[in-house]
């Protein structure tokens, strides 16, 4: 289940994707960042100690092979792999 279009909005950080059945799904920065599932994220949430910024904006998009994106953010995070399920998930 990969998209079959990945668009970022470079002036709004908004990702754009268009999935292969045909439905449309738009993720906002504070909302992505928000859903990071890394290690250093997970063990902030742990400790309550998770508040992304409301103004943390995407600023880069990388694929991670075949698996998913690589989101990088304002506040210097890049650490968080986005599997293509988890994407999906986000907008359901």
Same mark, same amino acid.
């Given at each position: 289940?990969?998209? %079959?279009?990945?668009?970022? $909005?470079?002036? $709004?950080?908004?990702?754009?994707?268009?999935?292969?059945?045909? *439905?449309?799904?738009?993720?906002?920065?504070?909302?992505?960042? $928000?859903?990071?599932?890394?290690?250093?994220?997970?063990? /902030?949430?742990?400790? /309550? /100690?998770?508040?992304?910024?409301?103004?943390? %904006?995407?600023?880069?998009? %990388?694929?991670?092979?075949? *698996?998913?994106?690589?989101?990088?953010?304002?506040? &210097?995070?890049?650490? &968080?792999?986005?599997?293509?399920?988890?994407?999906?998930?986000? &907008?359901?």
């Amino acid at each position: 289940m990969v998209p %079959k279009r990945i668009e970022l $909005s470079a002036a $709004s950080g908004v990702l754009t994707l268009t999935w292969q059945d045909a *439905a449309v799904q738009v993720l906002d920065s504070f909302q992505l960042r $928000s859903a990071c599932r890394c290690s250093s994220c997970s063990a /902030q949430r742990l400790q /309550q /100690q998770f508040e992304p910024s409301p103004s943390v %904006k995407l600023e880069e998009v %990388k694929p991670f092979g075949v *698996a998913g994106l690589q989101l990088v953010f304002s506040d &210097g995070h890049a650490r &968080g792999v986005f599997p293509w399920r988890y994407l999906r998930e986000l &907008g359901v």
